[in-house]
């Protein structure tokens, strides 16, 4: 059976990585001094950056409709596929899960429509471990499978370099109570099914990255196995040379390594200066 991995463009993968495993992105929408975009199509984190750096207001997103996916759903069909699996951005952070569901009813194939409960790279690493089983000869059952054990494992420690971007685009949830006096003071984040949540808080960078690898350790006990951890960041490169050091001195081994940048509609809500980490484990 031929089957086609769908996935939405929080998932921070490269253009490279998205031909090489053929998987179908669909775009969110970014509304910005007075256009609408695509995401990774129209418009990039730094045109927001350097836009908002200007004096322009903050970015507003939306999600695909449901003839966005419709459209990747046909596309797939005239490839070839007979089944798709399509992995979107939680539920609770946007509607575009609702809009791939509603855009399933009208497919001619089977589509199996997946709420990560995460986004960027915790949704990113889905899709990626959908389309390399499949091209590896794997049962849909099987894809299935193994998606279930990268979402319910997926973590993501994260911290941003204000909460200006979160606190006016109405994302900050739980973290809430983190506004306000945070001079030089580095929020530690995450997510708990779907809604940004507050993990500590550390004065300056490597105090940061010290709770940070905390928690990194607190999680491999819960979670034993092989842990695959990816770093990702918004404009600040000099973070993933400070995250590797640390981790090396704190002598976690891990598999994965990579180092990804954020697209548009997710730096729309964390601004510039923001690092994070997302691990996930498959067991031994």
């Known amino acids: 059976m031929k089957i086609a991995v769908i996935t939405d463009s929080t998932c921070d ?14 775009p969110l929408y970014i509304e910005f001094e007075g256009k609408t975009h695509r995401d990774w199509v129209d418009i990039s984190a730094s045109d927001v950056i350097r836009g908002v750096e200007l004096g322009a207001d903050l970015p507003t997103t939306s999600q695909p409709t449901p003839k966005d996916f419709e459209d990747a759903y046909a596309a797939a069909v005239t490839e070839g596929a007979e089944a798709i699996i399509c992995i979107t951005i939680s539920s609770d952070l946007s509607g575009t899960f609702q809009s791939a569901n509603i855009a399933a009813n009208t497919s001619p194939i089977p589509v199996t429509t997946i709420d990560s409960r995460h986004t960027s790279l915790g949704l990113g690493n889905m899709a990626r471990k959908a389309a390399e089983l499949r ?10 499978v193994a998606i279930e054990n990268v979402r319910s494992t997926n973590h993501v420690l994260f911290t ?12 900050l949830g739980r973290a809430s109570a983190l506004v306000g006096g945070l001079l030089n003071i580095k929020p530690i ?10 993990l500590g808080k550390a004065r300056g960078n490597k105090r940061a990255l010290r709770e940070v690898i905390g928690h990194i350790k607190d999680y491999q006990k819960l979670h034993p196995g092989t842990l695959i951890l990816d770093i990702i960041h918004v404009e ?11 981790l090396n001195e704190a002598g976690i081994e891990y598999t994965g390594g990579r180092v990804y940048e954020m697209g548009a509609v997710l730096t729309s809500h964390i601004g510039p200066g923001s690092y994070g980490i997302y691990l996930h484990t498959e067991k031994d």
């Open 236 to 246: 600040d490169a000099s973070a993933v040379d400070r995250i590797k050091i640390a």
């Open 135 to 144: 091209n590896n000869g794997a049962t849909i059952e099987e894809i299935l």
């Open 189 to 198: 984040l995450s997510l708990d099914e779907g809604t940004i949540v507050p």
């Open 13 to 26: 993968l490269t253009d490279a990585e998205l031909r090489d495993l053929d998987i179908r992105r669909v």
């Open 160 to 171: 941003v370099a204000n909460l200006e971007f979160l606190q006016k685009g109405g994302r």
